[in-house]
Structures are given as C-alpha cells and as structure tokens.
C-alpha cells in the first residue's frame, strides 16, 4: 500500500509492490522488442542471465537472513533490478560480467542495506558503476549495428564460445562524439561529426533515438498509471535540457543539442525508470524537483567534462547520497498544523 500526498486528508491507495513492479516491467517492453529488432537477441539472452542471477543472489541472501523467500521473490524487485542492469550493460558483454554485476546490486546494494525499502542507492546504478570502474574496456564494447549477428553467433559471443572481435563493436554516439572533438581540437564541428558518422541518425545515435523513444512513451505510461509522479522526470529532463541548451547556443560548434543529449544514452530510461525509484530517491514534492534537477545537471557535466561518456549512473548515485538531506528541508507542513510548529 502507498500513501497519495497530493490533497489532504492523506489516503491509502491500492499499490502493491508486485503491482507496481508488474507495470513498470511492462513500460519497459516496447523498447525491449525495439531493442531485438535493431541489435539482436542478445538482449534478451541478457535479461534472462540477469534475471536469473537476481533471484538466485536474492533467495541466498533472504535464507541466510532467515526471511520468507516467497513474499520476497515474487514481489518482482530483483526482476526489475535484473532488466535495468541488462538494458545499461552492453548486449554483447561476457555472461559473467552481468551475473557479477546484478549479484553485486542485489547482495551488497540491496540485501546488506535490509533489503527492499532500506537501500539508500539504486542497485542497478551501483552494478553499472562498478562494473564500468572494474572492467572499463568491456563495458565499452558496444555493437557495430552495421554487423548484423543471429541468435548463435551472439550467444557464442556472450558465453566465450567465439573470439571477441573488436570489428564488433563501436562506440557508443556520446563516446564517438566527445572523442571526435577531442581529437578535432576545436577543428571540427558537432554538426561536421553527426553528419560524416555512421553511429549518428536523424537526431541521435542510430537506432538508439528509437529505443530511447520508447522509454520516453513507457515512463510517460507509468505516469499516465500514477505509478510515478511528474517531479523527478520533469526535473531532470527540464535540467538537462536548459544546460545543454545553454551551452548549445553558446557555441554551436562544441557543444551538442539537447536532442541529442536527451535522446542518447540512457537519459529517458534515467529519467523515467531509475531516478524516480522511491526508495533511493527523495519522496517529498519539492525534494523530487531537486533531485531530478540536480541528477540532469550531473549528468550532463559528466558527460562533457568528466571523464565518462555518459553520465547518468554516477549522476543519480550522488543525488542518492542527498537524499535524506534533501528530504529533511522539503517536508511539507503537517496537516492542521501552521509552517513552523
């Protein structure tokens, strides 16, 4: 059960974690079968390898702390951790690399913290960011969608059957376009390199505009289903588009639209599917306008002048570090109480 905190008197509406879990993997479906039809079945062979993991990681850890295993399971949390951590890691990176990952968010990030309602940092940002910092050349081989690869040729690949090939992968289109200007020493332009490059489409990376596109309808979904509130994605897409605005218009020739910021990477699924968890994330009204605003912010700085290319997981893993300060001075008035009593 969830409290509505829109209008007092404060009433319990029916949302079961299971509930909740169950739609939040269905907004996530459109962008999965988008996915396969542009990359593969590599993503699917992906989620089942995480979602296994997940369980396996959860059931051992709720034994040794003695908890029922059946309320904990079958609530649909370490499937949802599963998915995002199978849509953020590169759909040909090695099995084990993923089982490592989604045991790690699952056993450290969530069941060492209590478990489910007691993790202060998002369990799915936490395996990114130590899977990127331990293994930073596998986390950046991307697919080359130029090579199309069936079912057997991209299980292989996953499970060490077949050399990895570099032809395989390319950078992703933040990477190629932060290297590109990079090496261009302010020679060439953004416009220059997302027009004489592959890896860049209509307004994003190739393919990729599509499937963030997709969770931009899937989080609007949830929305619309008042499984999430409109403040966290509001924020962070409102921050990450003024920023990048900002600088767009500032210089053109260095800094990229913020179509492009928003439609590459993972902008949309952080906005929608990952900022917003309600447990690692502020809960009051104004507190989820901090931290979208504050995770956009970071995201876009990461990404054009730290040293990753994109920076969404460590962007919300800091605001989840704010969180309980952010909270403590955004909460509202109580009910028939005056401001400051």
Known sequence: MSMDFSTPPYLLKNASVTRVMTQVLLALVPAIAVYTWLIGPAILIQIAIASLAALLGEALMLKVRRQPLAPFL????????????????????????????????????????????????????????????????????????????????????????????????AATPL???KTGLKLGEGQVGVAALLANQDVYGQFAGRGWEWIT????????????????????????????????????LYDPAQFASPLFHLFSGGAMLGAFFIATDPVSGSTTPRGKLIFGAGAGLLTYLIRVFGGYPDGVAFAILLMNICTPLIDLYTQPPIFGMKNGK
């Open 74 to 169: 079958g609530d649909g949390s370490a499937i949802v951790t599963a998915w995002l951590i199978a849509l953020v890691f590169p759909p040909l990176a090695p099995w084990w690399m993923v089982v490592v990952g989604t045991l790690f968010a699952i056993v450290v990030a969530k069941q060492l913290y209590g478990g489910l309602g007691q993790n202060p940092f998002n369990p799915a940002m936490v395996a990114f960011a130590v899977c990127i910092v331990s293994f930073p050349a596998l986390m950046s081989q991307w697919p080359n969608q130029a090579l199309h690869l069936g079912f057997a040729d991209q299980f292989q690949i996953i499970f060490g059957l077949t050399p990895r090939l570099d032809a395989l992968t």
């Open 213 to 248: 596109l997709c969770y931009l309808l899937g989080g609007l979904w949830l929305w619309q289903r008042k499984i999430i509130t409109w403040q966290v994605p509001t924020a962070y897409i409102g921050a990450l588009a003024a920023i990048s605005g900002a600088l767009w």
């Open 175 to 177: 990477d190629a376009l």
